[in-house]
């Protein structure tokens, strides 16, 4: 059935690049997500990609996308405190009406100071 | 910004007690999905809904599990009977376009005792 894989957890320094990074099963994918949540919140979409595009740039995100390895990954530049949240990838699968997301089990952010 | 908003935030109810959860979706949305967290698991779609009927629904979501749209505004979860592996964090979420750029809800913590 259908999948999505990540790292549990990354460690960065302020400033640094974080990447985290995810895996899927579903080739007919169409749009792949990254959520973010934060202590106490909700799920909140950063950002996605469309299965045929290979990379997405918004402001510090950066999303890859390797549809032959099915390998997906976020890029937050210039990592900051505020970035500390258990990072979501997702993937739509389904047609018509009856899409719906799979999750991964979430990437916990820890930013050092 | 618009956003999806969902009560009560925590809920603990006494197994074998039913239980409804509030969801309130984006106004010009029209899909509207439950999906449910157990801790430490992954996040797994329950339902969705669109056209004031299910579009598609989960092993999950059986004769206990039930929503409804009941005033163009809410949608509702209810849980018939509840069981002590019901609780998790149950999240609505609202999409313009099946499951694309879906906004979630902040989740309402479903404790069973």
């Known amino acids: 059935g259908e999948d999505v894989e990540q790292s549990l957890f990354l460690s960065v320094r302020e400033g640094d690049s974080s990447v985290i990074n995810c895996t899927y099963t579903?080739?007919?994918?169409?749009?792949l997500y990254w959520y973010k949540q934060e202590p106490g919140a909700g799920l909140q979409l950063l950002t996605y990609?469309?299965?045929n595009m290979d990379m997405k740039q918004d402001q510090r995100l950066t999303v890859l996308l390797n549809k032959k390895d099915k390998h997906l990954s976020l890029r937050i530049a210039d990592t900051q405190t505020g970035d500390s949240a258990i990072y979501f990838c997702a993937e739509s699968i389904g047609g018509g009406n009856n899409r719906k997301l799979i999750w991964g089990l979430g990437t916990s952010l820890a930013v050092n100071p | 910004e618009p956003e999806v908003t969902q009560t009560p935030s925590h809920q603990v109810t006494q197994m074998g007690q039913e239980v409804i959860l509030r969801c309130v979706p984006i106004?010009?949305?029209?899909?509207f999905y439950w999906y449910r967290q157990i801790l430490g698991q992954k996040v797994e779609f329950l339902v969705s809904?669109?056209?004031?009927?299910?579009?598609?629904k989960s092993e999950i979501f059986d004769d206990q599990f039930s929503v409804e749209r009941p005033d163009g505004s809410n949608f509702t979860l209810k849980i018939r009977s509840t069981k002590l592996e019901d609780s998790a964090m149950y999240f609505c979420?609202?999409?313009?376009?099946?499951?694309?750029?879906?906004?979630f809800g902040q989740g309402t913590r479903l404790t069973v005792v």
């Open positions: 106004s010009n949305h029209l899909y």
């Open positions: 579903d080739s007919s994918s169409t749009y």
């Open positions: 990609i469309f299965s």
């Open positions: 979420a609202s999409s313009l376009l099946p499951a694309f750029e879906a906004f």
């Open positions: 809904f669109y056209n004031n009927e299910i579009s598609e």
